[in-house]
């Protein structure tokens, strides 16, 4: 047997993040590139789009500062106030993982 959990967060019952936003907003910040985090994702440009733009109107505040592209090409950063939704999510997955491994412990025990 084992112990699996899913986490995501919500804001007057609608979803705000998950897994699957969490992913995308991760490859953003690695490849700063909404397209190639899409493409990581298995996902289209809108579909990856309408995702963050769905979460910043819940939440009220953007998630990503886009750049146009051009010569030089565009690309997308996250805000303060997205990296900091990463990081809440990051640490709550951690210590969500410390209790799961502490009850696989007791269970072996048991």
Not at 17 to 31: A, E, F, Q
Not at 66 to 83: D, F, I, P, S, W
Request: no cysteine; glycine share 10%.
């Amino acid at each position: 047997m084992d112990i699996k959990y899913k986490l995501w967060f919500e804001k007057d019952g609608k979803l705000i993040l998950g897994d699957g936003l969490y992913n995308l907003l991760t490859l953003i910040k690695k490849y700063g590139s909404i397209n190639q985090a899409a493409i990581a994702s298995n996902m289209s440009y809108r579909q990856a789009w309408g995702k963050i733009k769905k979460a910043e109107e819940r939440l009220g505040y953007k998630l990503l500062l886009r750049k146009k592209g051009g010569e030089y090409g565009g690309g997308a950063v996250l805000t303060q106030e997205g990296m900091e939704l990463v990081k809440n999510y990051e640490a709550i997955v951690e210590k969500i993982d410390i209790l799961i491994n502490e009850f696989k412990n007791i269970y072996k025990e048991v």
